[in-house]
């Protein structure tokens, strides 16, 4: 799954993924000016989706402003915050490229820009569970285009091989193998 530019007329990168003074900046920057066009990355299903502020509280949804989140369902979300306009709701179907909203300036934010994260978990802001969306976004690097179930598998390969062992321990195999022999 590759992510395309979230700002429709792609803008500038004002600040990336990285330690800024104390605190450390879990998304990346962008801004092509205030009501430029916000599209999702990738396709998804919106899990959130929360506005009412208006520029100049900073404190508004704990500072991310009017902001949404999709999750990708191969493990991946992407949010997107400060949104002037916002025009998703929570369990609607997106695809690449669909209009979110529009560039603002809500929340914690300081001129009109995107502050886009890439996640494995809705922990948003929170350096556990980010990733760096640059390589995405520029470098052409993908996301896997379905949930990876490793775990999941590794559990049924365990029961299967628990299930053959108790099996082989109990003798069900040389019984079976014994019938065989006689049928023949
Ligand atoms: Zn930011």
Do not use: W
Not at 26 to 41: E, F, P, R, S, W
Not at 48 to 65: D, E, P, V, W
Not at 110 to 131: A, C, P, T
């Amino acid at each position: 799954m590759k992510l395309i530019h979230p700002l429709k007329n792609k803008g500038v990168v004002t600040s990336t993924y990285k330690q800024r003074g104390n605190h450390f900046h879990t998304g990346i920057d962008l801004a092509a000016g205030v009501g430029a066009k916000i599209v999702a990355a990738a396709s998804g299903i919106v899990v959130q989706s929360t506005s009412g502020c208006t520029a100049g509280y900073q404190r508004c949804n704990k500072g991310l402003g009017n902001y949404c989140v999709i999750d990708h369902q191969n493990g991946y979300y992407t949010a997107y915050f400060h949104f002037t306009n916002l025009y998703v709701k929570v369990g609607q179907k997106i695809q690449a490229g669909e209009q979110l909203g529009t560039e603002g300036n809500t929340g914690y934010s300081f001129g009109s820009h995107l502050h886009f994260e890439l996640r494995i978990d809705l922990n948003l802001v929170q350096k556990e569970g980010s990733i760096d969306p640059y390589p995405y976004l520029f470098d052409g690097k993908e996301l896997p285009d379905t949930q990876n179930n490793f775990l999941l598998e590794i559990v049924a390969v365990i029961l299967v091989v628990g299930l053959l062992y108790v099996g082989y321990k109990r003798g069900y195999f040389s019984k079976v193998s014994g019938y065989l022999k006689k049928g023949s």
